[in-house]
């Protein structure tokens, strides 16, 4: 290992695949407790099982106890690790699984305690001490009420994690102690290796409602962080580790600390609440250390690394481990920072000197720094880590993936390494969960397609296509329509080309179609399973539209995307790979058909009379020219003058007229004609519309919808 200093810091932000081979780093034991010698490190993996060196003076009492479980001893399970549960609940801690541990007769820790021992009388004096200790809680400090920290024990017990006995020791500990309602039970089991901080922190998260903050999978936001200062998250042994509106979350060992949120909350407005979050001592220790002596700002690291404060080999060959590694907060820095800036790629490429970095923001690549090419080699190894690439393999392209836990939200991040002749050149696609499922009336769409599309969704069977270009929202739109019709007594199950969004309650599979499971081979599968809705990612080929569409006429309700320029360019599309124009006409309920225009930002847009030519565009009596609104840009929007993106749509809804004239190939110009009729309307049209509303401008509407016809 590098330095102690950085086995959080890779651990904790990357995974590192060694994790349970490393010791947890040594930390200060600081907590006030005659029975265990305070200068003493004490393990907290279950795989250390040295034993904290109890003081047998101070400890008489505990020591006959010991000395007593270990005379009934029985056959039992451990110490170190948790406890196995009784005979027929083995599956209550199935995956401590631990080895089974060998005793050591002079080393208390190690002797097995006998579960089977415990009788009821021990139980119910158990539960008596429980409820005293409980009450004593109580009695001190009545912020504590909620919470009776002194059940975790119990809970312990009856889940089978830990003995009776083991459960007696600690409590006698505990009492011992000079002031006992300070003393977590909890940690006291961990320090006698009785269970692990890990398990100790599931079972408090069950028992308690409070959640575990877990460092592996997850980034930091720094300027959350450094709102407190170092002295007081070191003192309190607390790290604020992101926030939610006006919700900061703060990792804490000891989650009853009430006197810790207290102080905490000083150094953030009023109004904001905090939360804990579970997390053992010394993983927040640590991520104080990473989170506060080093550089976390883009601009501060790239310096760091400009200046050759880093110049250490080492450090930026993109293998050394942890925070001392600035490579390695480079890219943690990016990560956050795009997607800060809702960011849905970021791109990393080589030129022959330097090594530009871009975002794709609202579908659009914006520059935003580019560094010195001497440390694009340490940048990209780094990257390959993190997504499981081969470090080696620097010839061929790859790919990988990997989850973060970035400000407060699960963030998929898929990865892919393309060689060029500068260079390997990166992107990562960033998956973001919270943006993946967005409900229907929030797509965008103009309240008349919303309720058209209600209304159309009804239909029992039947295919429903969505096109567009890709980087259309086709996907997000058609995951909003499965999330609305998701329901218990509705089957749906996915063909995905890859799963992008994981969906609770909605059956995925990914393609693949290097071992020969393409859509076509997937879709015979599925229809063995009793689906009602089932989704295919795209249809390509003959076979694929062929099965969909006889899936749809047959009590199937089926949707699909196609790659055509408007909705009403999916039944010549279908025609050409093959459908027959008979098949096509009785199983279409409707094409949507999209584009993804950016939002005016309002922070910066203006307002203005629209130009003749503006209103020629709109097909408007330029006599009487709107208002419309026009981008600027700001501080706010990156001065793009936009901020997000809404979907311009037009929905073509197939009724039995039009069944009949797609049947009888009838042109387009016939069958836009009796669309027209029944108040079918245009992406431009729609997007018309929504310039007129000042959602977005005339400008953009040009650039993402085909308008020549109106120029
Ligand atoms: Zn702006």
Not at 15 to 34: I, V
Not at 68 to 90: D, K, R
Not at 124 to 130: G, M, Q
Not at 237 to 257: G, H, S
Request: glycine share 6%; hydrophobic share 40%.
């Amino acid at each position: 290992m590098a330095d102690n200093k950085g086995v959080f810091g890779i651990k904790g932000i990357f995974g590192d695949k060694n994790a349970g081979s490393e010791q947890a780093p040594a930390q200060p034991q600081t907590t006030q407790q005659p029975a265990l010698d305070p200068t003493q490190v004490y393990p907290v993996k279950a795989e250390e099982p040295a034993a904290p060196s109890m003081d047998p003076q101070a400890l008489p009492e505990i020591k006959q106890m010991l000395q007593n479980a270990a005379a009934a001893q029985q056959p039992a399970s451990l110490a170190p690790a948790p406890l196995a549960p009784p005979p027929g609940l083995e599956f209550l801690n199935a995956p401590a699984a631990a080895p089974t541990p060998v005793y050591d007769p002079n080393d208390v820790n190690s002797i097995p305690l006998p579960k089977s021992q415990a009788t009821r009388e021990s139980e119910a004096a158990l539960k008596k001490a429980n409820a005293a200790a409980a009450a004593a809680a109580i009695d001190t400090d009545p912020k504590k009420n909620l919470t009776q920290p002194t059940r975790i024990g119990d809970k312990l017990v009856s889940e089978g994690i830990i003995s009776n006995d083991q459960l007696q020791i600690a409590m006698k500990i505990q009492r011992n102690n000079p002031d006992p309602q300070k003393t977590m039970l909890g940690q006291i089991l961990v320090e006698l290796g009785f269970i692990t901080e890990s398990t100790l922190a599931q079972v408090l998260a069950e028992s308690t409602g409070v959640e575990k903050f877990d460092p592996k999978t997850t980034v930091l936001d720094p300027n959350i962080v450094k709102q407190l200062p170092k002295n007081v998250a070191t003192r309190h042994k607390v790290i604020p580790v992101m926030q939610e509106d006006n919700t900061i979350f703060l990792a804490m060992a000891d989650i009853y600390n009430v006197l810790a949120m207290d102080q905490v909350q000083r150094y953030f407005p009023r109004n904001f609440k905090i939360v804990p979050l579970y997390c053992p001592e010394g993983e927040v220790m640590d991520l104080i250390d990473n989170y506060y002596d080093y550089e976390m700002s883009i601009d501060g690291i790239l310096r760091e690394i400009e200046t050759g404060m880093s110049s250490d080999e080492n450090k930026i060959t993109g293998e050394a481990e942890g925070y001392v590694n600035p490579t390695v907060r480079l890219v943690d820095a990016l990560l956050i920072d795009a997607i800060k800036r809702g960011a849905s790629d970021i791109h990393f490429e080589p030129e022959p000197a330097f090594v530009r970095v871009r975002y794709r923001i609202d579908g659009n690549l914006q520059q935003i720094r580019s560094f010195h090419k001497d440390y694009w080699s340490a940048i990209a190894v780094r990257m390959k880590i993190i997504s499981s690439m081969n470090i080696a393999e620097t010839r061929n392209p790859q790919d990988g993936r990997i989850t973060y836990n970035v400000l407060g939200r699960e963030v998929d991040f898929r990865v892919s390494s393309q060689p060029t002749i500068h260079g390997e050149n990166f992107v990562l696609r960033i998956l973001d969960k919270k943006k993946a499922l967005v409900p229907l009336e929030s797509l965008g769409m103009h309240p008349n397609n919303v309720a058209i599309l209600k209304k159309l969704i009804k239909r029992p069977e039947g295919i429903i296509i969505v096109t567009g270009p890709t980087g259309s929202g086709k996907t997000t739109t058609l995951y909003s329509i499965l999330n609305f019709i998701n329901a218990v007594d509705v089957n749906i199950m996915t063909l995905e080309d890859p799963v992008e969004y994981q969906l609770s309650m909605i059956r995925q599979s990914n393609i693949r179609a290097a071992s020969g499971m393409g859509f076509a081979e997937g879709l015979r599968a599925i229809m063995r399973q009793d689906p009602d809705v089932i989704f295919v990612g795209e249809i390509r080929d003959h076979e694929t539209a062929e099965m969909a569409l006889r899936a749809s006429m047959t009590g199937h309700q089926v949707y699909s995307t196609l790659h055509t320029n408007d909705a009403m360019g999916a039944i010549p599309r279908l025609i050409d790979i093959g459908i027959k124009p008979q098949l096509l006409a009785g199983a279409i309920i409707c094409v949507i058909a999209q584009r993804l225009a950016r939002k005016l930002c309002p922070e910066c847009a203006e307002s203005r009379v629209a130009t003749p030519e503006e209103c020629h565009i709109m097909s408007i009596d330029p006599t009487k020219a709107p208002m419309i609104k026009v981008h600027k840009g700001c501080e706010a929007c990156g001065y793009t003058g936009y901020k997000g993106r809404v979907s311009v749509t037009e929905i073509l809804p197939v009724d039995k007229e039009l069944d009949e004239l797609i049947a009888t190939s009838a042109t387009r110009h016939t069958m836009l004609e009796h669309l027209r009729k029944h108040g079918f309307k245009t992406m431009q049209e729609d997007g018309i519309g929504k310039v007129l509303d000042g959602i977005t401008d005339l400008e953009e509407l040009i650039s993402t919808i085909d308008m020549t016809e109106r120029l």
